[in-house]
């Protein structure tokens, strides 16, 4: 099993045990292979939530640049609302699952056809 695999089994098992969510491998594996070389590195792998600066960084760079989302305050609501069923409390809050969150709260799995 490859290194990706392996990250992306973790980041199923996260979203049916901490979010709660059956996860569509398919996507996930999209999503995944979308944050590229993001998710080998520790740092950049998780999404700081309680770091505002990070939390635009998720807006601007993913939700409208990739996700081509028009700009407005119900972004930073679906983000806010993504980390709550993640868990605050969650130390670690992957990316690429924080991504798959968001791409099926606004429903565009179509960027990922």
């Given at each position: 099993?490859?290194?990706?695999d392996?990250?992306?089994?973790?980041?199923?098992?996260?979203?049916?045990?901490?979010?709660?969510?059956?996860?569509?491998?398919?996507?996930?594996?999209?999503?995944?292979?979308?944050?590229?070389?993001?998710?080998?590195?520790?740092?950049?792998?998780?999404?700081?939530?309680?770091?505002?600066?990070?939390?635009?960084?998720?807006?601007?760079?993913?939700?409208?640049?990739?996700?081509?989302?028009?700009?407005?305050?119900?972004?930073?609501?679906?983000?806010?609302?993504?980390?709550?069923?993640?868990?605050?409390?969650?130390?670690?809050?992957?990316?690429?699952?924080?991504?798959?969150?968001?791409?099926?709260?606004?429903?565009r799995?179509?960027?990922?056809?």
């Open positions: 099993m490859s290194k990706r392996e990250l992306i089994s973790r980041y199923a098992e996260d979203l049916r045990t901490k979010c709660g969510m059956t996860p569509d491998m398919g996507l996930l594996t999209k999503v995944t292979i979308g944050c590229g070389p993001t998710i080998y590195n520790p740092d950049s792998a998780v999404v700081a939530a309680s770091d505002r600066a990070e939390l635009e960084r998720v807006r601007t760079s993913f939700l409208i640049r990739k996700l081509g989302l028009p700009d407005g305050p119900q972004l930073m609501d679906a983000i806010n609302a993504v980390i709550d069923t993640y868990g605050r409390s969650e130390r670690s809050k992957y990316r690429a699952v924080i991504y798959y969150m968001l791409v099926k709260h606004f429903g799995e179509a960027v990922y056809g």
